[in-house]
Nanobody, 118 residues
Framework: QVQLVESGGGLVQAGGSLSVSCAASGYTFRNYNAAWFRQAPGKEREFVAA???????YYADSVKGRFAIATDNAKNTVYLQMNSLKPEDTAVYYC????????????WGQGTQVTVSS
């Protein structure tokens, strides 16, 4: 059974830092690219960051220079380190696994809430 379980969300003041993680199981982790998305109240889900099999990383312009995505293949875990947080970063953060063979995000986590107070 495939599972993506996020953890580490919470409440932080603007300017602070927070790290969220996503533990994957039930599939071959290294065969999928990993990504983070987020969805704020009343808004559509948006891309935040991705890391591909080569180690290359990609970020939304809104988080570039503040967020960092990384994976630990030994632990089947993907991380998102968030620094210099802003109130507009408040959202539910989801991790996702991109199926290289199928060309789509095949698996999703249940999400973890990140709230940034001003």
């Amino acid at each position: 059974q495939v599972q993506l379980v996020e953890s580490g969300g919470g409440l932080v003041q603007a300017g602070g830092s927070l790290s969220v993680s996503c533990a994957a199981s039930g599939y071959t982790f290294r065969n999928y690219n990993a990504a983070w998305f987020r969805q704020a109240p009343g808004k559509e889900r948006e891309f935040v960051a991705a890391i591909v099999w080569s180690g290359s990383t990609y970020y939304a312009d809104s988080v570039k220079g503040r967020f960092a995505i990384a994976t630990d293949n030994a632990k089947n875990t993907v991380y998102l380190q968030m620094n210099s947080l802003k109130p507009e970063d408040t959202a539910v953060y989801y991790c996702a696994a991109y199926d290289l063979g199928g060309g789509k995000y095949r698996y999703w986590g249940q999400g973890t809430q990140v709230t940034v107070s001003s």
